[in-house]
């Protein structure tokens, strides 16, 4: 699944979400993490990689974090 960031306007593939059900996971997930609950959390999205929650959260693909905040250590 493509999905596009609607503040950073990036894009990145999150390759756990290949399937029918992987998709419905993925939208009640976003919803239940969207109305507060912690995005790590299984009921939420806790099944995607860290670097997929990460994107979610900040709009940053792998390579741009690692050269925001590790690289610049």
């Known amino acids: 699944m493509i999905y596009i960031h609607p503040r950073s306007k990036q894009s990145m593939n999150l390759s ?4 029918e059900e992987d998709m419905e996971r993925f939208h ?11 995005i ?5 999205l806790g099944w995607l990689t ?6 979610l ?3 940053l693909t ?10 610049s250590l």
């Open 16 to 19: 756990s979400v290949q399937t």
């Open 28 to 38: 009640v997930g976003f919803e239940v993490w969207q109305d507060g609950a912690l």
């Open 40 to 44: 790590q959390l299984d009921r939420a």
């Open 50 to 55: 860290i670097d997929e929650r990460e994107f």
């Open 57 to 59: 959260i900040s709009g």
């Open 62 to 71: 792998p390579d741009q974090f690692n050269k925001t905040f590790i690289n």
